[in-house]
T-cell receptor, first 114, second 114 residues
């Protein structure tokens, strides 16, 4: 069965600190896709990244970076030099590629304190 | 280009009533998926439609139904509303209807059942 676990319910850090959001997933498929979404208070889910199961290269986009490790079934997300605008709920998610069904974790609420 | 649009943005209904939520996908996208997000949880998959055919269904009661029109827009219907149906309902569209392409989310419809 597919499952996404985000063990950190809520994190608070002071602005400019680095912060890592953890994500562990479960799937029996060899082909799957992993995602991170950001949900600001307005409610809309903002796509951040998609990674397929055959590409374990880490990715960096500005202050954001993602570490995908199949050996530990983890797909962690790091924000470097955090800013107040990064405050939001972040969701890690999994899709097995047969359809658009996306399995979301419960989310991590991130507070960046000025 | 317009993103995924949902209407209405907010809605208040009484227990036992029915509700219809609407979604217009991004132009060119043939797949529409619906998700329910209750407070403090990640979105839960309800339905996916691709080319007007149901491609996937989540674990929701038969009170929930949906359809997709020839222009790829979609409606989600919920009958006999319960207090527990209060949630943010999110619509997502994608081109291929499979996880290999990005799913873009609308701003959601916030339904309150009283």
């Amino acid at each position: 069965a597919q499952k996404v676990t985000q063990a950190q319910t809520e994190i608070s850090v002071v602005e400019k600190e680095d912060v890592t959001l953890d994500c562990v997933y479960e799937t029996r498929d060899t082909t799957y896709y992993l995602f991170w979404y950001k949900q600001p208070p307005s409610g809309e889910l903002v796509f951040l990244i998609r990674r397929n199961s055959f590409d374990e290269q880490n990715e960096i986009s500005g202050r954001y970076s993602w570490n995908f490790q199949k050996s530990t079934s983890s797909f962690n997300f790091t924000i470097t030099a955090s800013q107040v605008v990064d405050s939001a709920v972040y969701f890690c998610a999994l899709s097995e590629g047969r359809d658009d069904k996306i399995i979301f974790g419960k989310g991590t609420r991130l507070h960046i304190l000025p | 280009d317009a993103g995924v649009t949902q209407s209405p943005t907010h809605l208040i209904k009484t227990r036992g009533q029915h509700v219809t939520l609407r979604c217009s996908p991004i132009s060119g996208h043939k797949s529409v998926s619906w998700y329910q997000q209750v407070l403090g949880q990640g979105p839960q998959f309800i339905f996916q439609y691709y080319e007007k055919e149901e491609r996937g269904r989540g674990n929701f009661p038969d009170r929930f139904s949906a359809r997709q029109f020839p222009n790829y827009s979609s409606e989600l219907n919920v009958n006999a509303l319960l207090l527990g149906d209060s949630a943010l309902y999110l619509c997502a569209s994608s081109f291929s209807g499979r996880g290999e392409t990005e799913a873009f989310f609308g701003q959601g419809t916030r339904l309150t059942v009283v």
